[in-house]
């Protein structure tokens, strides 16, 4: 059975940082594109970042460059989404997800498994 769990998510104040992992059971993670979305409440989920099978080709959204870095180590089956600065408009649930196709992207319905998520807020 594949899974997908998220952890690291917590309580931070603004400035902080947080790393959260995503760590994969049953199928290697190097046969997946990997992406992190957030869903913060009342608003719709959102694209994060997201990298390729090897590791290359990070995306990030706007909101987030230059603060949140995604990385990935395939042969712990884990990737990581390092988040530093942290604002409270970054609180949300935070989501890992995987999808076969070998190249980024943010469309979230091109992701086709998905984890349960890890709450991470951020206090001012």
């Known amino acids: 059975q594949v899974q997908l769990v998220e952890s690291g998510g917590g309580l931070v104040q603004a400035g902080g940082s947080l790393r959260l992992s995503c760590a994969a059971s049953?199928?290697?993670?190097?046969?997946?594109?990997m992406a992190w979305f957030r869903q913060a409440p009342g608003k719709e989920r959102e694209s994060v970042a997201g990298i390729g099978r090897s590791g290359g080709n990070p995306l990030y959204a706007d909101s987030v460059k230059g603060r949140f870095t995604i990385s990935r180590d395939n042969a712990k089956n884990t990737v990581y989404l390092q988040m530093t600065s942290l604002k409270p408009e970054d609180t949300a649930v935070y989501y890992c997800?995987?999808?076969?196709?070998?190249?980024?992207?943010?469309?979230?319905?091109?992701?086709?498994?998905w984890g349960q998520g890890t709450q991470v807020t951020v206090s001012s």
């Open positions: 049953g199928r290697s993670l190097s046969f997946y594109t």
């Open positions: 997800a995987r999808r076969v196709a070998d190249w980024v992207t943010t469309a979230i319905y091109l992701y086709d498994f």
